[in-house]
């Protein structure tokens, strides 16, 4: 399967606790996404990068997240002291141009 | 800003009629406008995307939607609806200006598409 890839799938944790979610792009696409869909939403813009240049993150992403991309091909994304308001499903998406999706990873912080 | 409204949350069609899906558009330039497709438990895929060639534009599956810039919609269309089309349906607008910049997806809220036999 030469799509994104996410991992874990699914991670349920305590409040305070931190977590990291993998993301693996499709290999020779050099554009890395980060998106939050909350029930009943539509997915929404947190962070960008251009290989390894994270080019811009969104006001939503607070400073208990953080990003990174360090060889320019799978990218990490940490949440510190997780809250409730944090429970959501965790996008990431790769392009050359159109942009193609993983599957997503579903927290819920109890 | 740009942005988009999915005007219905749930269209619920019989299997074999049409299905239109509506979304209009707001932004102070031509925008690049997209139509995604999510099944349950699965990822995201483009159905279709509009870059300012064609007005009419064809995707996978049968869907098709149409660019109107006088009424600033975008809405999704298909003939005949198969049980496999049940899913939420996300209409997207991205800024095609942006060079070096990435093309940040701004999502509609979505519309739940039901197909009943």
């Known amino acids: 399967d030469t799509g994104v890839s996410q991992d874990p799938r699914h991670k349920i944790t305590k409040r305070g606790q931190n977590v990291t979610f993998r993301c693996d792009p499709i290999?020779?696409?050099?554009?890395l996404y980060w998106y939050r869909q909350t029930l009943g939403q539509g997915p929404e813009f947190l962070t960008y990068f251009q290989n390894e240049a994270q080019l811009e993150k969104s006001r939503l992403l607070s400073d208990r997240f953080s990003a990174e991309r360090p060889k320019g091909s799978f990218s990490t994304l940490e949440i510190q002291r997780t809250e409730q308001g944090d429970s959501a499903m965790y996008l990431c998406?790769?392009?050359?141009?159109?942009?193609?999706f993983g599957p997503g990873t579903r927290l819920t912080v109890l | 800003a740009q942005s988009v409204t999915q005007l219905d949350s749930h269209v619920s069609v019989s299997e074999g009629t049409p299905v239109l899906l509506r979304c209009n558009y707001s932004?102070?330039?031509?925008?690049?406008l997209f139509w995604y497709v999510q099944h349950p438990n699965k990822g995201l895929q483009l159905l279709l995307k509009?870059?300012?060639?064609?007005?009419l534009v064809k995707g996978i599956n049968g869907f098709e939607a149409e660019f109107k810039k006088s009424e600033t919609s975008f809405h999704l269309t298909k003939p005949s609806a198969h049980m496999s089309d049940a899913a939420e349906y996300f209409c997207?607008?991205?800024?095609?200006?942006?060079?070096?910049?990435?093309?940040?997806?701004?999502f509609g809220t979505g519309t739940q598409l039901k197909v009943e036999l």
């Open positions: 290999s020779e696409h050099n554009r």
């Open positions: 509009y870059t300012s060639a064609a007005t």
């Open positions: 998406a790769s392009s050359l141009r159109e942009q193609f």
């Open positions: 997207v607008v991205s800024d095609p200006r942006r060079t070096g910049g990435g093309n940040k997806l701004t």
């Open positions: 932004s102070s330039y031509s925008p690049s």
